[in-house]
């Protein structure tokens, strides 16, 4: 009896130096589950190892989703009230998922570790919502075009699939500071809010036909990449300051506080493509650089593309000057739905360096309401090899890249 003691009072310290051995979040659970000591001083999800895992949506009629590793090791995650035919991803970061509810228009953070879940304002409140009338089957939606004022009408299935592009958020939902930024519409818009505000406010900027592909949250700055690979900067602190305002900013105040500044222009090899065929990506280093990942995409049939290159480029802050890489050295880079990351693999069996993880993230190709095949894959720097993941299953949510 008293072994069993000795090891249930086991220092935290100790028992956290156990688990950052473990690669396998299954194998952390099991150590949780020791005893009820080593339950409550080890938290749900582990903080120290980020391993990526691809979250494989259920293709059946009950609510699941599944995650699996490099060893094709599947885990099963139950959330009652999710229906995969009526969620659409659009984001994961921090261990959070953050998903579109088709039927009626709410955006939710799910946390598949915790099961917990969190509702942002809903698709009704972005700026080019005029007026939302629930009540009128097939007509519910009065939008305006940002870019030349003209109104429409649109019916609620449509808007709330097309609305969104990605969503990403700055941190656990717990930390005073959270912040969610959503690229909206299909020109790309971006849009902020804090927990618990009842709408989204519009970030604009000073050129007007911005397209904005990625966005991440970086050393309390906001960074977007639009479609030709122009890079802009905002300070997270100060749309903070601004949205703790009463009443909230609208537009012309908000674009005279933040601006929208370009931080860098596109590299010149890249305006000689046709970009429309890429998908551009913004990923914060370790180092405090940042990198643009881009993604060239080849048309295989109808409906359907696949990844044939991958550009990778280094931003030189003083001269505000992408440099072209070969590799991406001790690290690897996960991007698609998810908040793009740069990771660190170490010893972990689960992540390789010089690698790039991705899945698809064209949202055309994801609100057709039908199961379709996705490219997703593991691209090796090295010899440009690249490893398909699950090339001929259809899926009618897309797979994502989670961290936990």
Same mark, same amino acid.
């Given at each position: 009896?008293?072994?069993?003691?000795?090891?249930?009072?086991?220092?935290?310290?100790?028992?956290?130096?156990?688990?950052?051995?473990?690669?396998?979040?299954?194998?952390?659970?099991?150590?949780?589950?020791?005893?009820?000591?080593?339950?409550?001083?080890?938290?749900?999800?582990?903080?120290?190892?980020?391993?990526?895992?691809?979250?494989?949506?259920?293709?059946?009629?009950?609510?699941?989703?599944?995650?699996?590793?490099?060893?094709?090791?599947?885990?099963?995650?139950?959330?009652?009230?999710?229906?995969?035919?009526?969620?659409?991803?659009?984001?994961?970061?921090?261990?959070?998922?953050?998903?579109?509810?088709?039927?009626?228009?709410?955006?939710?953070?799910?946390?598949?570790?915790?099961?917990?879940?969190?509702?942002?304002?809903?698709?009704?409140?972005?700026?080019?919502?005029?007026?939302?009338?629930?009540?009128?089957?097939?007509?519910?939606?009065?939008?305006?075009?940002?870019?030349?004022?003209?109104?429409?009408?649109?019916?609620?299935?449509?808007?709330?699939?097309?609305?969104?592009?990605?969503?990403?958020?700055?941190?656990?939902?717990?930390?005073?500071?959270?912040?969610?930024?959503?690229?909206?519409?299909?020109?790309?818009?971006?849009?902020?809010?804090?927990?618990?505000?009842?709408?989204?406010?519009?970030?604009?900027?000073?050129?007007?036909?911005?397209?904005?592909?990625?966005?991440?949250?970086?050393?309390?700055?906001?960074?977007?990449?639009?479609?030709?690979?122009?890079? %802009?900067?905002? @300070?997270?602190? #100060?749309?903070?300051?601004? +949205? *703790? !305002?009463?009443?909230?900013?609208?537009?012309?105040? /908000?674009?005279?506080?933040?601006?929208?500044?370009?931080?860098?222009?596109?590299?010149?090899?890249?305006?000689?493509?046709?970009?429309?065929?890429?998908?551009?990506?913004?990923?914060?280093?370790?180092?405090?650089?940042?990198?643009?990942?881009?993604?060239?995409?080849?048309?295989?049939?109808?409906?359907?593309?696949?990844?044939?290159?991958?550009?990778?480029?280094?931003?030189?802050?003083?001269?505000?000057?992408?440099?072209?890489?070969?590799?991406?050295?001790?690290?690897?880079?996960?991007?698609?739905?998810?908040?793009?990351?740069?990771?660190?693999?170490?010893?972990?069996?689960?992540?390789?360096?010089?690698?790039? %993880?991705?899945? @698809?993230?064209? #949202?055309?190709?994801?609100? +057709? *309401? !039908?199961?379709?095949?996705?490219?997703?894959?593991? /691209?090796?720097?090295?010899?440009?090899?690249?490893?398909?993941?699950?090339?001929?299953?259809?899926?009618?949510?897309?797979?994502?890249?989670?961290?936990?």
């Amino acid at each position: 009896m008293a072994e069993i003691d000795r090891w249930s009072n086991l220092h935290p310290d100790l028992l956290y130096q156990i688990t950052e051995h473990l690669y396998s979040y299954h194998d952390y659970i099991r150590l949780r589950l020791v005893c009820k000591e080593w339950n409550s001083k080890l938290s749900s999800i582990p903080n120290h190892k980020r391993n990526p895992w691809l979250l494989l949506p259920g293709t059946t009629h009950d609510s699941s989703l599944s995650h699996i590793l490099e060893k094709e090791q599947i885990y099963h995650v139950m959330f009652p009230d999710f229906d995969i035919n009526d969620n659409l991803i659009r984001g994961s970061c921090h261990g959070w998922l953050i998903t579109v509810v088709i039927s009626e228009g709410a955006i939710r953070m799910l946390n598949p570790f915790t099961k917990t879940h969190i509702d942002l304002p809903p698709v009704s409140t972005f700026s080019d919502v005029v007026r939302y009338h629930p009540d009128r089957h097939g007509d519910e939606y009065v939008l305006v075009d940002l870019y030349n004022d003209v109104i429409y009408n649109l019916d609620a299935i449509s808007f709330h699939k097309y609305e969104i592009q990605k969503i990403v958020i700055s941190s656990p939902p717990n930390n005073d500071d959270f912040m969610a930024v959503a690229i909206y519409k299909e020109c790309g818009k971006l849009a902020v809010c804090k927990l618990n505000d009842k709408r989204w406010t519009h970030i604009p900027t000073e050129q007007m036909l911005t397209f904005f592909q990625d966005v991440i949250f970086f050393q309390d700055k906001i960074y977007a990449l639009d479609d030709d690979t122009s890079l %802009y900067e905002f @300070d997270k602190k #100060v749309i903070m300051d601004e +949205l *703790g !305002k009463k009443p909230r900013p609208q537009l012309v105040p /908000l674009l005279t506080s933040i601006g929208g500044m370009c931080e860098a222009p596109p590299p010149a090899k890249l305006t000689m493509y046709y970009t429309c065929s890429m998908n551009k990506y913004v990923i914060g280093c370790v180092d405090g650089s940042l990198l643009m990942i881009v993604k060239h995409n080849d048309w295989a049939m109808e409906m359907l593309h696949v990844c044939n290159k991958f550009d990778v480029f280094k931003l030189n802050k003083n001269s505000k000057e992408w440099s072209r890489m070969h590799s991406l050295e001790d690290y690897a880079v996960m991007i698609g739905y998810n908040s793009s990351v740069q990771m660190f693999p170490g010893k972990s069996p689960y992540c390789k360096r010089n690698h790039i %993880y991705y899945t @698809d993230n064209q #949202v055309v190709l994801h609100t +057709l *309401g !039908k199961p379709s095949l996705q490219d997703m894959g593991i /691209l090796n720097l090295e010899d440009t090899n690249t490893n398909e993941i699950l090339p001929n299953v259809e899926w009618v949510c897309p797979p994502t890249w989670l961290l936990p």
